[in-house]
């Protein structure tokens, strides 16, 4: 007898969303693969069975049961079933018990949804059909691999639409949970995350041929907030063996009011697991700002240039790049155990800050540099190294890569 595959799970409130999630866990089953419905409602009884009811999803909560299914508040228990859906899914996830998830929602339900699904690991498969799959998704998605599918018409009720982007939205989570390898493909390879922006991908290009010539496996995030939350949420994860962050560009953007943040958290987490950590200075020479009218007003007469049509970019002052070295020296003496090799490039940290190109500004750089050698607490492990270079130089290149040999060694 063949064993039964694991299930996918439907997730929704079954309250409001019964008739479309068993729409849906159909459509699955019609594909070849097992289904499973999973309620997540919080007020009103649910409008058929579950396959998992509500009650097992909660008791996943920290506090129990109860913190979710006692509030008479829908806004209070969505945020509580959240945090329960997460645990429950994790749970279910690292036990085996589940192939993929799929879920069902408007506003509230999306939010609850997604929010638990962005726990899961990258590469598990993970659909969410929503009402508010357009504009700005970030905080349903978060770093996470989640497929975001437009419902198009309300999820309420079916209909001629409904019923087809429902079996395109089955058929995704069937074909990815088939397309799923179930063994690691990397052949045992080192997972090396490296952080890049336009304005440094000759540096990491050379970086990345130098390694995967060695036969790594090179994860390269593009510098843009997200891109490095990414790549910390994957060191967390135990996903990467080492980082090699080349473009610290994102310090600039949540030190002086930029579209690309990194976040108050920014290289904890690689300096807490102690991984063989490589950084430099990459496009710390700008801030990212959106099309040029919308640059704040306060810095309409700075030095800026327009990348493209949506971004536009403004070089760092003297005072700026002074904050940025102090606060990334901050991070880095928060982990007096924690080693690192900081490399910095003398000739320019971007392709604009070279000679004669718009950011060249050779004070702002020495200021960068200088306040970084002054901060930062060195020692035998953790060390800061000048090299009379270019960032985009290929013996900078071939200097990251024989810092990050010595670190793995």
Same mark, same amino acid.
């Given at each position: ?32 693969? !097992?289904?499973?419905?999973?309620? +997540?409602?919080? /007020?009103?009884?649910? %409008? $058929?069975?579950?396959? *998992?009811? =509500? &009650? ?38 690292? !036990?085996?018990?589940?192939?993929? +998830?799929?879920? /069902?929602?408007?506003? %509230? $339900?999306?939010?609850? *949804?997604? =929010? &638990? ?38 999820? !309420? ?253």
């Amino acid at each position: 007898m063949m064993a039964r595959p694991r299930p996918i799970y439907v997730v929704a409130t079954l309250d409001t969303k019964f008739s479309e999630a068993r729409f849906v866990a159909d459509a699955i089953a019609a594909c070849g693969e !097992a289904a499973m419905l999973v309620d +997540v409602g919080t /007020l009103a009884p649910p %409008g $058929g069975e579950a396959d *998992i009811d =509500r &009650a097992a999803v909660a008791r996943h909560h920290p506090d129990g049961a109860p913190a979710v299914l006692a509030h008479s508040d829908r806004g209070s228990a969505v945020t509580a079933m959240s945090l329960a859906l997460r645990g429950f899914l994790g749970e279910a996830v690292a !036990a085996g018990r589940c192939a993929g +998830v799929i879920g /069902l929602g408007g506003t %509230g $339900g999306t939010s609850m *949804i997604a =929010r &638990a699904m962005q726990a899961l690991p990258v590469g598990f498969p993970k659909v969410m059909v929503s009402t508010v799959a357009s504009g700005d998704t970030s905080s349903y998605i978060g770093t996470s691999d989640i497929m975001l599918m437009p419902s198009v018409v309300d999820v !309420a009720g079916l209909n001629r639409v409904s019923r087809q982007v429902f079996r395109n939205a089955a058929g995704a989570i069937a074909g990815a949970v088939r397309a799923r390898p179930e063994q690691r493909d990397d052949g045992g390879a080192a997972a090396i995350g490296v952080t890049m922006f336009g304005v440094t991908t000759p540096c990491v290009t050379s970086v990345r041929a130098m390694l995967e010539g060695e036969g790594a496996d090179v994860l390269t995030f593009h510098a843009t907030g997200a891109g490095g939350r990414a790549m910390e949420d994957l060191v967390a994860s135990g996903l990467l063996d080492g980082v090699l962050d080349i473009t610290t560009t994102e310090v600039a953007d949540e030190i002086v009011g930029g579209i690309f943040p990194c976040g108050p958290d920014r290289f904890e987490r690689m300096l807490d697991r102690r991984l063989p950590y490589v950084l430099s200075l990459g496009a710390l020479d700008m801030v990212n700002f959106g099309p040029l009218d919308s640059v704040p007003a306060q810095f309409r007469e700075r030095r800026l240039h327009v990348h493209n049509a949506s971004i536009t970019l403004m070089r760092t002052s003297v005072d700026e790049n002074i904050a940025c070295a102090r606060w990334i020296a901050g991070k880095l003496n928060a982990y007096p155990d924690a080693g690192f090799v900081l490399l910095i490039p003398e000739g320019g940290v971007s392709e604009l800050d070279r000679p004669g190109n718009p950011f060249h500004d050779p004070e702002a750089d020495a200021a960068l540099f200088a306040t970084l050698e002054a901060s930062v607490a060195q020692g035998p492990n953790r060390t800061i190294t000048r090299h009379p270079l270019h960032i985009n130089d290929p013996a900078f290149a071939q200097a990251v890569v024989d810092a990050y040999r010595r670190l793995a060694r």
